[in-house]
């Protein structure tokens, strides 16, 4: 026998099992009903690598974008992830940062998914400055993205315009949802809740394997050590790009958080054959989900375990 013969290769259910036992989650998640139902996010904005050539929508077509958007909600997603259109980006650093957004595309890519969903509605595209976050927040979201630290293309964050957004956030009515790509970051996010202007409950979502200069690697150990540290009342979400997706996915499933899928997250619905629909990333953690005893829930269902209006403030043109 060969050493190489001697090395376990565990199938991904064992790895899963394996790591939700190490985590507490397997058993609650086994009990059916035991976690509060799983809350997908989708991100249709982001153009994945996996995608043919021709066949990536821009930002500006509103149409198209929408349509891709409502392909992931119609298959189960509670809250959408939306980046519309820029004017202009700035280049500073080598982190592209949008300081023109283009906000007639925003009002209307909002308005084109609102009036055919239920959907929350949830602004991308953080790495922006406050008093440019601040001309989206008018557009009345439900929830935006909020960095406690870096932007992992580079984009740096001042402790002075994190209290901005804070200010900015409470001012709008619109839900923080924190992003974290290492547990510095989450060390950040609990210093600001200290001071008040982030409240329960808290909505953060968990970054693996986004670039190779930052963040960290997606393993449920790394998962771990920045969910342990979370406070309570905290719903948090895993998002992970490339073909640990399903894997993460799964982890957190059975450890009772939530998951963030879509195109952008270059999803492979089995190895080596990636998703080519934001509706197909959305049904594969529907079965995943199912297939660990975690129920689905509805938009109403998330609005009322992150303590969001039944209904969105609407902007008119």
């Not at 997908?40 to 994945?48: A, D, E, F, N, V």
Request: aromatic content about 6%.
């Amino acid at each position: 026998m060969t050493r190489r013969d001697r090395i376990p290769n565990p199938s991904r259910r064992e790895f899963v099992r394996a790591a939700a036992v190490g985590l507490g989650g397997v058993g609650a998640a086994a009990q059916g009903g035991a976690h509060e139902k799983l809350v997908i996010t989708l991100s249709p904005s982001g153009q994945s690598t996996l995608l043919p050539r021709g066949s990536q929508y821009e930002a500006g077509d509103v149409q198209a974008h929408a349509a891709a958007a409502l392909d992931g909600i119609n298959a189960g997603a509670a809250i959408v992830h939306l980046r519309g259109a820029s004017r202009n980006v700035a280049q500073g650093r080598g982190v592209s940062v949008l300081n023109e957004p283009d906000l007639e595309n925003w009002r209307r890519l909002t308005e084109a998914v609102r009036s055919k969903s239920k959907v929350i509605v949830n602004y991308g595209a953080s790495a922006m400055t406050p008093p440019v976050r601040k001309t989206l927040l008018a557009l009345k979201p439900e929830a935006g993205s909020f960095l406690v630290g870096h932007h992992y293309g580079g984009m740096v964050v001042p402790a002075d315009a994190q209290k901005q957004y804070g200010i900015d956030y409470l001012a709008a009515g619109v839900l923080p949802e924190v992003e974290v790509f290492h547990t510095g970051d989450v060390a950040n996010f609990l210093a600001f809740v200290e001071t008040g202007l982030l409240r329960p409950p808290y909505c953060v979502t968990v970054f693996l394997n986004y670039t190779r200069y930052y963040g960290v690697p997606a393993t449920p150990v790394q998962l771990e050590a920045m969910v342990a540290m979370l406070p309570p009342n905290t719903h948090w979400t895993v998002c992970v790009r490339g073909p640990k997706h399903l894997d993460m996915a799964a982890v957190a499933i059975a450890r009772g958080g939530h998951v963030r899928t879509g195109l952008e997250n270059d999803v492979e619905l089995a190895p080596g054959r990636p998703a080519r629909t934001q509706g197909e990333c959305v049904q594969r953690i529907v079965q995943l989900a199912r297939s660990l005893g975690r129920e689905i829930a509805s938009p109403d269902d998330a609005r009322q375990l992150l303590a969001l209006p039944r209904a969105p403030e609407v902007v008119k043109s």
